[in-house]
């Protein structure tokens, strides 16, 4: 089997200057994934989440290097890092979204490069292949973009929140061009790592919250915030509170009014699944072992706090139209269990997370009972 970095009849030699670099593709990047080619059009990789997860975490790795070319002066240049990560999959570089404050790459809009897949015979997009990518890096704790990272890495942590900072209405204001020039946003994802997963998931709720839904790969989002924080303390209060009515006397016509609308919120549970099921997923990737995605595996109700890992429903978790998806090697250091590298790694192995995630439920439930989608309806800017 071919890895990506020998990418068939248009391979090229890699420049002598950078060809044993730390992190060019080759060396760093994912071992055992075979080149598309004419394949594809009987059986898309496409179709395989592994596959996926994997093409999504290069096209974040990408834009981290996009910056360091930037900063290193390799941009433009047969020695930039940054192609070899979106080349080997027949993607191009679109745009790369910059930060007019301090000049920083901080996401990057990708586009299925049809004259590249032409050169391998493949005439087509494969299926489930999205048209147009938009990555977005976390934090570089370099001097040239350490203080607006940093300065929305507070923002998250004070308020839960990214919203008002310039980044997002740039991610947001990008990607409604994006719709506009599809007639749509089928064929659209969103990804990002750590910062850059807070602002994925930021903006995939502001245009669901529109009734726009697009695909999304979020790799190690941000859940540790001061009103996260308390929440969880508040929710063992309410947990036992409730735990002491239970064992208060009932009044019976409060019993059938509590039957009646429970069959009512199944009904409406059984619609909003079959709705979620026609409507592009959000797939979340933590490590239990990093803390600042651990809330993404706190349970849904503190009496469930106990138990382990178990396959949730087909259809994502629960009622709030998300796949999460877990990772647990036991003890780890933080910044291994943060790295992104490791959602390329051979030896990954996942599991399908709990069925009621409480952060999950609270921040995209509601999104997908309240909103109708407009999949096919362009935008004006």
């Keep these: 089997m071919r890895t990506y970095w020998s ?4 391979s090229r030699e890699i420049n002598h200057s950078f060809q044993h670099h730390p992190k060019a593709f080759h060396v760093f990047g994912p071992r055992h994934i075979s080149s598309p080619g004419w394949r594809e059009l009987i059986s898309s990789s496409w179709k395989d989440e592994s596959y996926q997860r994997v093409v999504m975490a290069c096209f974040v790795q990408a834009v981290y290097l996009l910056e360091l070319d930037r900063q290193e002066n390799r941009n433009g ?4 890092l940054a192609p070899q990560w ?38 087509i997009r494969p299926i489930g292949a999205p048209k147009v990518v938009l990555a977005i890096r976390g934090t570089l704790l370099k001097n040239p973009t350490i203080r607006r990272d940093i300065e929305d890495d507070l923002r998250y942590l004070a308020w839960e929140s990214l919203k008002g900072s310039f980044r997002f209405d740039r991610i947001l204001s990008a990607l409604k061009s994006i719709f506009f020039n599809l007639q749509g946003s089928k064929n659209v994802s969103i990804t990002g790592h ?17 009734g726009t839904y697009v695909e999304a790969h979020l790799f190690n989002p941000p859940s ?158």
């Design 7 to 10: 990418f068939g009849k248009n």
């Design 194 to 210: 750590s910062l850059g997963a807070g602002f994925a998931l930021e903006v995939y709720k502001a245009l669901a919250a529109e």
């Design 86 to 123: 979106w080349t080997p999959f027949k993607y191009k570089l679109v745009e790369a979204l910059v930060d007019e404050r301090d000049g920083s790459i901080f996401a990057a809009v990708l586009e299925w490069d049809q004259t590249a897949a032409l050169a391998d015979f493949i005439p």
């Design 224 to 381: 540790v915030s001061l009103a996260m924080s308390l929440r969880i303390l508040s929710g063992k209060a309410g947990f036992v509170w409730k735990r002491f009515k239970s064992m208060l006397p009932s009044n019976s016509d409060y019993q059938s009014r509590s039957v009646a609308e429970g069959a009512a919120e199944a009904t409406e549970s059984r619609i909003t699944s079959e709705l979620k099921q026609m409507l592009p997923m959000a797939h979340l990737y933590v490590n239990t072992s990093d803390y600042i995605c651990c809330y993404y595996n706190y349970p849904d109700g503190v009496q469930n706090s106990g138990i382990k890992e178990r396959e949730a429903k087909p259809g994502g978790n629960g009622l709030s139209g998300v796949k999460l998806f877990v990772v647990s090697k036991g003890k780890q250091r933080f910044l291994e269990a943060h790295r992104l590298k490791q959602w390329w790694s051979d030896d990954l192995e996942l599991q399908t997370a709990l069925n009621n995630s409480m952060l999950i439920s609270r921040q995209l439930n509601s999104l997908y009972i309240i909103q109708v989608p407009k999949q096919t309806q362009g935008y004006s800017l």
């Design 77 to 80: 240049t047969e020695a930039a």
